[in-house]
Each structure stands twice: as C-alpha cells, then as structure tokens.
C-alpha cells in the first residue's frame, strides 16, 4: 500500500489516466473494426472511406502515446493491402 502523500497521488493519477487511455484504445478498435466490416462485406468503397477514417485515429492514438508506432503501422499496413486486394 502506497504510504507517502506522491505515492498515493501518483495511484490515484494511474487510475486516471488507465481510464483515458482504455476509452482512446476502444475507439480506435471501433474505427478499426467498421473497416474489417466493410472487407467482410466486400464493399470496396465504404472500406476506403473506412479506411481514411481510422488512419487519423491510428495517429492520434500514436501521439497520445497508448500505441507503438510501429504497431499503428502495423496495422495501417495489413489493412491497406486487405482494401486495395479487394
């Protein structure tokens, strides 16, 4: 158990901040996710726009430091090839 006043700050900031993150982590899930819907469903179209619509979250999620960057490109790039094969 945290005894000094900044250890017991730190945990209650922790908690704070786990908050954030899981609520940005869950929306870039969901912009990822409309795009596999629209592969799944052969639509072309709604993919790419799909697509352009969780690039920026991707980056953004990079930039508030809840993904690597490498996994951001990761995925980008698994994506993008699954859109342009369809």
Do not use: C
Not at 2 to 16: H, V, Y
Not at 19 to 42: D, H, L, Q, T, W
Request: proline fraction near 2%.
């Amino acid at each position: 158990m945290a005894n000094t006043p900044q250890a017991k700050k730190r945990i209650r900031r922790n908690d704070r901040r786990a908050e954030v993150n899981g609520a940005r982590m869950s929306r870039i899930r969901s912009f990822v996710k409309k795009v596999e819907a629209a592969i799944e469903g052969g639509d072309k179209d709604a993919a790419k726009e799909a697509l352009a619509n969780a690039q920026p979250e991707l980056a953004r999620g990079v930039a508030r430091g809840v993904l690597h960057k490498n996994t951001a490109s990761r995925k980008m790039s698994r994506l993008t090839k699954r859109v342009s094969a369809l």
